[in-house]
């Protein structure tokens, strides 16, 4: 018989044995590289906002004279009305005087300064001017006042001749009181006002509504004035008993600051208010020129202050917890961005407010987890900005997932996430004008 070469079993099995374990290196390998490879990072949108709308009231203005008011810090609040030529300001004056004096005299609020005796020359502005027709108090023989109880005489019942005697005790001369009052104008930017004398009897002591809105803001940053001005009765040795000449003095907020009248001025009023708004005191500061009479007047400065208040809107930026993003994983668990707090501002009138969001390249990431930030620009006013985090947690999707969907979402040497850092700017603005309605446009 012819003999059969027969081959080990061994060498038959050896290489489907070295296949299989092949295969299951390659599988163990995929599974392992499916498990360990890293995510690119989710993709991030961001989610427009509109903000809310709201009508405002016009200003009420007297149909006379010239008027402006502003509140303070609030420069976009800045209105006026009538003629914006200088106009005899009367016995606003007196605040000129007082600044002037306490540049040269300065008193801390609680002092009482140096006394001050009054001397035959301020003894006979008493009857110089009453013959004028001019406000005066008595001021008897050796009468011994200090600087703040003259003020006080000077500011609160708009005495003439105590006008007079704390010039002449601070500068010598009325002269040399006109010099300084010049040069105190010139230093604070009051370019068309001018002053002659200490009193305001003389109508060529002019100035403008908007120098004196200034003036009116000075006057309530030194803290003696804004007492004296603020102060509705007052008894004062040798004077008597002095009653505020402003009888708006407590009314709709009024705190000062200063009356005046002359036939060629009209009735005349420097005033300021406060307010609260959105849980902080505004101030605004006005002023009247060239009214019939002060009843009607002080009518007149009610009104417009009423509708200067109502400007004032609270502003909501955001809500805590409001969206402005959203994270999108490949295995669809998506989270939003929000806002981790509140934020809102104060504003007056029509506003401009623009919302720029930013947020983080972010794979995985907690609850609470901080992720970005949206800034809110608004106009005349300090930049606002509030964190984002994140609404909910992004988890890893597990094991399953990656073996069942093979390198989906995977991190490669280019990817940075398509749209991980977002941005988006837009604003809208309101028209503009001298009662403007408030339109705020926000977006993020």
Same mark, same amino acid.
């Given at each position: ?426 604003? %809208?603005?309101?028209?503009?004008? %001298? ?10």
């Amino acid at each position: 018989m012819p003999r059969v070469d027969r081959s080990p079993r061994s060498a038959v099995r050896r290489p489907v044995t070295i296949g299989v374990v092949a295969v299951l290196l390659l599988a163990v390998g995929y599974l392992v590289a499916v498990a360990v490879v890293p995510f690119a990072p989710a993709s991030a949108t961001t989610t427009t906002y509109s903000a809310p709308t709201s009508t405002l009231p016009d200003l009420r203005f007297p149909g006379y004279g010239a008027t402006a008011v502003q509140a303070t810090g609030f420069p976009e609040s800045l209105r006026t009305s009538g003629d914006t030529k200088p106009r005899s300001i009367a016995s606003i004056t007196k605040v000129v005087t007082a600044l002037v004096v306490l540049d040269a005299k300065p008193l801390a609020r609680g002092e009482s300064g140096p006394a001050i005796r009054f001397d035959p020359q301020m003894q006979a502005l008493y009857a110089e001017y009453l013959a004028q027709n001019g406000e005066v108090a008595p001021m008897p023989d050796g009468l011994q006042l200090s600087e703040y109880q003259t003020m006080q005489v000077m500011l609160m019942k708009s005495a003439n001749n105590y006008a007079g005697a704390l010039a002449l005790w601070a500068f010598g001369s009325m002269d040399a009181y006109q010099r300084a009052a010049s040069a105190w104008l010139d230093e604070h930017g009051l370019d068309d006002t001018t002053i002659h004398e200490p009193t305001g009897l003389d109508p060529a002591n002019q100035s403008t509504a908007t120098d004196l809105v200034r003036l009116g803001q000075l006057a309530l940053a030194d803290p003696v004035v804004e007492e004296i001005v603020g102060t509705q009765q007052v008894t004062v040795p040798g004077a008597g008993q002095i009653e505020n000449s402003n009888k708006l003095l407590g009314l709709d907020g009024i705190e000062g600051i200063k009356t005046g009248t002359l036939d060629q001025a009209g009735a005349c009023l420097l005033f300021a208010a406060a307010y609260q708004r959105g849980g902080r005191q505004v101030t605004v500061v006005g002023v009247m020129l060239g009214g019939k009479d002060h009843p009607s007047l002080d009518v007149d400065v009610r009104t417009l202050l009423r509708s200067v208040a109502d400007n004032f809107q609270v502003v909501t930026l955001t809500h805590a917890g409001q969206t402005f993003g959203t994270y999108s994983t490949p295995w669809r668990d998506d989270a939003d961005a929000v806002a981790a707090e509140a934020a809102e501002v104060l504003v007056w009138g029509d506003t401009t407010v623009r919302a720029r969001t930013r947020l983080d390249s972010l794979t995985l990431g907690e609850r609470g987890e901080r992720v970005g930030t949206v800034r809110f620009t608004i106009e005349h006013h300090d930049p606002v900005t509030v964190p984002l985090e994140l609404e909910r947690s992004i988890e890893d999707p597990g094991l399953w997932w990656r073996w069942t969907n093979p390198f989906r979402g995977v991190e490669t040497t280019a990817a940075t996430g398509p749209t991980a850092v977002a941005r988006q700017t837009t604003a %809208a603005t309101g028209p503009t004008g %001298a009662a403007p309605a408030g339109r705020w446009g926000l977006a993020a």
